[in-house]
């Protein structure tokens, strides 16, 4: 007999995404921030008080609460399509045809096997053909799809695909390096270990622009 437990537990401990796009229902967005605040509230509670947490200490009468809103408001909100990041672009009256490069843009986000934080640095890339976009953005997209509980490969993929289609451009790169604590932490308990996951549309599939574009992240900076 199938144990389907087992079976989401392999999926889960293997970091395997079962699809492209994050799996959220349709009727997400039915009830306000503030219901589900109110109704994740009393779901943590519960948690607690199952452990054996007394939800009366000074400490922890607020805890329930907090998580709540920390889930809805922040670790959580790009979930909200509401909060997606206008990605406004412009002519390029410089006529500057070269790669441009943002690197070391600081990613947080959550496993969605565990709910445990993913820690690391993205970086970005395109060439323009005739648009480009502002610098904040970039990290504004990369920061809006973090925020949900994620798998990297999902991830790298959906920043590159949403600079491809605000610059109306294939030329879009995307590599991540991260740590996972649900690796670091449990588990298998590498602490020394971090994923790296790439993403190459356009131009970057030619070896030589890739290489450069990897020659860019390697370079050290000093200011």
Request: charged share 30%.
């Given at each position: 007999?199938?144990?389907?437990?087992?079976?989401?537990?392999?999926?889960?401990?293997?970091?395997?995404?079962?699809?492209?796009?994050?799996?959220?229902?349709?009727?997400?967005?039915?009830?306000?921030?503030?219901?589900?605040?109110?109704?994740?509230?009393?779901?943590?509670?519960?948690?607690?008080?199952?452990?054996?947490?007394?939800?009366?200490?000074?400490?922890?009468?607020?805890?329930?609460?907090?998580?709540?809103?920390?889930?809805?408001?922040?670790?959580?909100?790009?979930?909200?399509?509401?909060?997606?990041?206008?990605?406004?672009?412009?002519?390029?009256?410089?006529?500057?045809?070269?790669?441009?490069?943002?690197?070391?843009?600081?990613?947080?986000?959550?496993?969605?096997?565990?709910?445990?934080?993913?820690?690391?640095?993205?970086?970005?890339?395109?060439?323009?053909?005739?648009?480009?976009?502002?610098?904040?953005?970039?990290?504004?997209?990369?920061?809006?799809?973090?925020?949900?509980?994620?798998?990297?490969?999902?991830?790298?993929?959906?920043?590159?695909?949403?600079?491809?289609?605000?610059?109306?451009?294939?030329?879009?790169?995307?590599?991540?390096?991260?740590?996972?604590?649900?690796?670091?932490?449990?588990?298998?308990?590498?602490?020394?270990?971090?994923?790296?996951?790439?993403?190459?549309?356009?131009?970057?599939?030619?070896?030589?622009?890739?290489?450069?574009f990897l020659d860019y992240i390697k370079m050290e900076?000093?200011?």
């Amino acid at each position: 007999m199938i144990n389907k437990d087992e079976i989401h537990d392999e999926i889960g401990d293997n970091h395997i995404a079962s699809c492209a796009k994050n799996p959220v229902r349709d009727d997400a967005f039915d009830i306000t921030d503030e219901e589900k605040i109110e109704k994740i509230k009393k779901d943590v509670e519960n948690i607690l008080l199952t452990l054996g947490m007394d939800l009366t200490d000074d400490s922890m009468q607020g805890t329930p609460n907090r998580v709540a809103k920390m889930f809805v408001k922040e670790i959580f909100g790009g979930l909200n399509p509401a909060k997606k990041p206008k990605a406004s672009t412009f002519d390029n009256n410089y006529k500057y045809g070269e790669m441009l490069v943002e690197k070391n843009i600081t990613l947080y986000s959550t496993c969605e096997h565990h709910l445990l934080p993913i820690i690391g640095r993205a970086h970005v890339a395109y060439i323009s053909n005739g648009r480009v976009i502002g610098l904040s953005k970039m990290n504004r997209i990369v920061e809006y799809y973090a925020k949900r509980p994620q798998v990297q490969e999902r991830l790298t993929m959906q920043i590159v695909q949403e600079l491809q289609e605000a610059l109306g451009t294939q030329d879009v790169a995307c590599v991540i390096d991260a740590k996972h604590l649900c690796v670091n932490s449990r588990g298998i308990n590498d602490i020394e270990s971090s994923t790296v996951t790439s993403e190459f549309g356009g131009k970057f599939k030619d070896p030589q622009a890739r290489r450069e574009f990897l020659d860019y992240i390697k370079m050290e900076t000093k200011f």
